[in-house]
């Protein structure tokens, strides 16, 4: 993507965009895959409290994995809940 581009969050797939209901930021991820990554986003959405919190449904958060910034939906209708896209 570059500056300017726009993303669509399609939650139903109705051609028409759902905010997310919150947007979060998980920090930078040390793993060894994005899934990973992902999934530590997804168990601890805000790195700057303590403790865990978990990504709810409908919420979004941006990871940093890699040197690279992440954006991923909760979104709860899909079997596969990560959705992750490089900006
Ligand atoms: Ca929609
Ligand atoms: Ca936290």
Redesign the pocket.
Known sequence: MKEGDRL???????????TPAALFYAGRISASSLAGAVNAAYRDKNFKRQGQQKLQANEAVFLQWQGRTYLTVNDPSLALQQIAICC
Do not use: F, Q, R
């Not at 669509?8 to 759902?18: K, R, S, T």
């Open positions: 669509l969050i399609d939650m139903n797939d109705d051609g028409v965009g759902e």
